[in-house]
């Protein structure tokens, strides 16, 4: 039997253990940053094989190993950025949705037929298989399409509609890509429509040469895209912003790497240690603010974005993200020099004298406790937390477990 593949060496726990232990978009780009290797059984790298279960897309993973053996890795100093403007349709798209699923009574074919009579889609089923079926709706693939050619436009980089013409439901797709790309202006703009192992092979290629490229994608896509590039470029997504303008305004503002999440929460129930990283809530709430402030004409929100964006900066310089490791930073004394960084920004700032009053003596606090405040807050780490839960927790245990630094908490409490 040949070796599997380590979630976990020290505690014995295989790739094969629990399926939500390991995911197709958080676990490939890591193969590919480690030169196509994982963690063995003596805790140590070595070559793998990766079976990777969707003959749609796991072709892009190859090309990306195929490009590494050719051109070797990639240099996060100078490589490009991959952004991404995924298909938010309704009902999950391409994920498919609870009362679209259905088990095959018999062996034979499952067709997506029109009221023309016409088969749009079609899968050969067995006995037992499920099939679920994806939908995309004409509003959310139209204001897509808009999405693609602002951004676009905005940034100067190509947009790419990763789309498979070999695919019947990329191929209805393309279809009303088509239609609505008239109904935008695109002199001087690069769109265009490649499948997904072109479109990887054009994207590397522009990456490598330091340029930014656009994805424009469906819901799975989206997924693997906004991870693979944040991890070769970031080594997390944690640290990936996203945006998504809603269809009736407004925006909803994340950041990736969910999945890791209860990996972070074990740990801290154990050891007093937090190792999330929030730059990607930090980042987010940048453009949030600029919303805010386009919408309104606010110019303190305008400038909130401002200063917060040249405090993540600071924060970035300085390496304040936390340690992986306990006894050592982790999300609360990030937060704490966000707040310092960011209370800086504001003190040092011009262009409002209110917020400049406000925040001056507030820095100055931070700033002078800031040996007290770390020392206060590593304190905290080491021993087991009791947050009284895990899904619904105790509100009083969690606040002294995510607080536990009284200097700070007594600027903060005092603004």
């Known amino acids: 039997m040949p070796p599997l593949a380590m979630v976990d060496s020290r505690k014995g726990i295989t790739n094969l253990h629990v399926p939500n232990n390991i995911i197709v978009d958080a676990s490939m780009p890591n193969v590919v940053r480690d030169g196509g290797r994982m963690w063995n059984n003596d ?71 029109n009221t023309a009579g016409e088969t749009l889609l079609k899968q050969a089923v067995q006995t037992g298989d499920i099939f679920r079926m994806c939908q995309a709706k004409d509003a ?22 990763w789309l498979d013409p070999a695919r019947g439901h990329d191929t209805e797709i393309i279809k009303k890509v088509n239609l609505y790309l008239p109904e935008h202006n695109t002199e001087g703009v690069d769109i265009r429509i490649m499948t997904p192992v072109e479109a990887m092979t054009f994207t590397l290629e522009r990456v490598r040469k330091g340029e930014d490229t656009i994805a424009v994608t469906g819901n799975v896509l989206r997924d693997y895209l906004t991870d693979l590039f944040p991890i070769l470029e970031l080594g997390t997504s944690a640290r990936m912003l996203s945006i998504v303008p809603l269809l009736n305004g407004g925006g909803l503002f994340e950041t990736g790497a969910g999945g890791s999440a209860p990996k972070h929460v074990a740990q801290f129930l154990k050891e007093g240690h937090l190792r999330w990283d929030s730059l990607g809530e930090y980042c987010a709430l940048v453009p949030a603010f600029e919303m805010i402030a386009a919408n309104t004409g606010n110019a303190k929100a ?104 009284a200097s700070l908490n007594g600027i903060i409490d005092a603004m």
């Open 140 to 161: 959310p693939i139209r204001d897509w399409v808009k999405l693609g050619v602002t951004r676009a436009r905005a940034t100067g980089a190509p947009a790419i509609f």
């Open 302 to 405: 305008a400038l909130l974005a401002e200063t917060l964006d040249e405090a993540v900066g600071v924060y970035l310089e300085n390496e304040r993200n936390p340690s992986r490791k306990v006894n050592e930073i982790d999300n609360r004394g990030s937060s704490f020099y966000l707040a310092l960084y960011w209370a800086e920004a504001m003190a040092n700032q011009d262009k409002d004298a209110d917020l400049k009053s406000r925040f001056g003596p507030i820095a100055a606090k931070l700033k002078d406790n800031e040996e007290k405040i770390t020392s206060e807050l590593l304190a905290a780490q080491g021993s087991p937390m009791d947050i009284g839960g895990y899904f619904d927790t105790n509100d009083a245990l969690t606040e002294k477990a995510m607080r536990p630094s």
């Open 43 to 113: 805790d140590e790298l070595q070559d793998t094989i990766a079976m990777v279960p969707d003959r749609c897309y796991a072709t892009m993973y190859q090309e990306c190993i195929v490009d590494c053996q050719r051109n070797g890795q990639f240099d996060p100093s100078t490589m490009g950025s991959v952004a991404n403007v995924g298909l938010m349709a309704q009902k999950a798209e391409e994920y498919g949705s609870h009362d679209k699923t259905f088990m095959a009574q018999g062996d034979g074919i499952i067709r997506v037929v």
